[in-house]
């Protein structure tokens, strides 16, 4: 289900999708490094103004599904104008500043963006662009991440699928809002 929160900038609903915070699990794999699954939490947040507020953290897993140590982490700020092009600011802790640009497409929850603009510390490792591709699909956040490096032709390189993470004051906030439910719960059915 996807809400719209009343304080929500007006330009952003195309993109409430994305809002709330999301956790998952994907696969890394890029020419260079070691391919592993990695886990994600992901944050879309919004404070009124006309920009969603995001941040990543993902890290490798092993076998069994244990946290073995950090892999990427992002932030950022994506907007959306009246045409349904977005784009994006995004900052990595791998020393690379981004800008993407893309679109919300027609009739579905799913981005396409592909990097308009790199900019590299000199400590950062080789990189010169990307593309993504998100999507809401039966209630999970999907997304493909590709790459390209001066000597790496653009290729997928991450993917993962994430979940919406529900807080105890998210089903507090629910219940409020259902109103009184019959006794016996079997008349909610009827």
Known sequence: MIEIPSDLHKNLVPLAFLLGNWAGAGVFDFPGAEKCNFGQEVAFTHDGRDFLEYRSHTWVLD????????LESESGFWRIDAERKVEVVMV???GVVEVWYGELADQKPQIDLATDAVARTSTAGPYSGGKRLY?????????????????????????????????????AAW????????????????
């Not at 076998?63 to 950090?70: H, L, T």
């Open 175 to 190: 219940a409020k809002d259902m109103g009184d439910l019959p006794d016996d719960g079997i008349a909610f059915f009827k």
């Open 92 to 94: 990595r802790d791998s």
């Open 63 to 70: 076998s069994e599904g244990k946290k073995v140590e950090p």
């Open 135 to 171: 999507g809401y699909v039966k209630s999970d956040l999907m997304w493909v991440g590709e790459k390209q490096t001066p000597e790496v032709p653009l290729r997928p390189y991450m993917s993962a699928q994430l979940k919406k993470v529900v807080t105890p004051e998210d089903v």
